[in-house]
């Protein structure tokens, strides 16, 4: 039998894994197929993962580095697969495709002009816009000053009606500018967030057969209370553009009863928010958690991340390398109130407003992209930056982003 000598033995970083470096003392090495993950604070881990990934070693290096580097934890990683040892029959070194994040249009790279120097690059910037919420009005408060604080609460959090100046409604004018210019853009979906009395003065049909001359597909959010009123017009309306209703209540609607009628020609997805624990029982399969500031052990319970979630998920290197550099939960996507204001989703901050002359999509997106508010906003930025999870979890939630002192997750104690 032949021999294999030791010079043909190589050391290779699975292709598979995600490597990060925490901080000098910790490393995570996580294996993408699997879920299967360590975390390190050997310093020879964290010194031979660091020699594979140099340049020149392309993930590969001589075995014979094993006789220098020996460790509990470096057994560990050739235990799990982590690395691995390969015997060649060839002199050739083995071929190895690092997953690697190396993007040529990186905001985040240094350029000698700046963000400024780095946006001249990355072309077209409404490809980015891949979304909007439009709110055209707000509700009218039934003088339920427990409704109008909590709905008011659920609203700076999900794409339900707000309340607030009766009179202040978005024009059909700026509906079909917004409209217009989204043409220009990736977006395929647009929501509109509304009460029906919006459509007293523009008719909810002449408002489906406006929009159905743009080439999107339409969601509208409302509480039961208004979807009634508006399901009664829909059947008078002769060019139906493609629409779904998200139909709102809780525990002040009149009635929560879920809509079931499968003939019906538009989609209904009907959505409980749940404000503490009592509301369970009203809910239904589709359930939003409002953080009023008074349900923390609930949101403790059932909301914050538990080290067993993560455990128990398999995270793609997709969606890794994806929760290094944007928030998923927000990027791309912007919000229009009534007096035409506009904000990147997930906060109220205003970045533009459709009735400057000056304004233009491509400002409002440039504004973002450099003030970062949320689109960009990723673990790494926040009080997450030095734990090993920080992107292995979800993408910052919109209650971390009005809540900037609470760490949602029974994790880390950091």
Request: proline letters at 4%.
């Amino acid at each position: 039998m032949k021999t294999i000598k030791l010079d043909n033995k190589w050391l290779i970083m699975s292709p598979s894994v995600f490597v990060d470096m925490v901080n000098e003392h910790t490393i995570l090495l996580y294996d993408t197929k699997n879920g299967h993950y360590l975390i390190s604070h050997d310093n020879k881990l964290i010194s031979l993962v660091t020699i594979l990934y140099k340049p020149q070693n392309l993930g590969v290096v001589n075995a014979e580095i094993l006789a220098d580097y020996n460790s509990v934890d470096i057994d560990e990683a050739l235990e799990k697969g982590f690395i691995y040892t390969k015997n060649m029959t060839n002199k050739y070194k083995p071929i190895n495709f690092l997953p690697i994040l190396n993007l040529q249009k990186d905001l985040e790279k240094e350029d000698e002009n700046g963000i400024k120097g780095r946006l001249q690059i990355i072309g077209s910037k409404l490809r980015f816009v891949s979304g909007v919420y439009i709110t055209l009005d707000y509700a009218v408060s039934n003088n339920d000053e427990k409704l109008f604080q909590l709905r008011n609460i659920a609203a700076t959090q999900h794409p339900c009606p707000s309340y607030g100046n009766v009179n202040e409604k978005l024009s059909v004018d700026n509906v079909k500018y917004i409209l217009e210019n989204l043409k220009l853009t990736s977006t395929a979906i647009v929501d509109f967030i509304c009460s029906s009395y919006y459509f007293e003065n523009c008719s909810f049909r002449n408002f489906l057969e406006l929009i159905s001359k743009y080439g999107f597909s339409y969601r509208f959010h409302i509480y039961i209370e208004d979807y009634e009123r508006l399901a009664q017009e829909w059947e008078t309306v002769e060019d139906k553009p493609i629409v779904e209703f998200v139909i709102y209540n809780d525990r002040f609607s009149s009635h929560n009863v879920i809509l079931e009628n499968k003939s019906l020609p538009y989609k209904i997805k009907q959505v409980t928010l749940i404000y503490d624990e009592c509301d369970l029982q009203i809910g239904n399969e589709n359930m939003l958690p409002v953080w009023t500031g008074d349900n923390m052990e609930f949101f403790k319970k059932n909301i914050w991340i538990e080290k067993s979630d993560i455990d128990n998920t398999v995270v793609n290197m997709h969606s890794i390398f994806r929760n290094k550099k944007l928030n998923a939960n927000f990027f791309g996507i912007i919000d229009f109130i009534p007096n035409g204001n506009i904000y990147p989703h997930g906060v109220k901050h205003s970045i533009g407003n459709i009735s400057d002359p000056k304004f233009s999509f491509s400002s409002v997106i440039v504004k973002e992209l450099k003030d970062n508010n949320s689109w960009r906003l990723t673990r790494n930025l926040t009080h997450c930056s030095q734990c090993p999870y920080r992107y292995l979890c979800p993408p910052i939630s919109i209650y971390e982003m009005q809540l900037k002192n609470i760490k949602m997750c029974n994790i880390n104690k950091h």
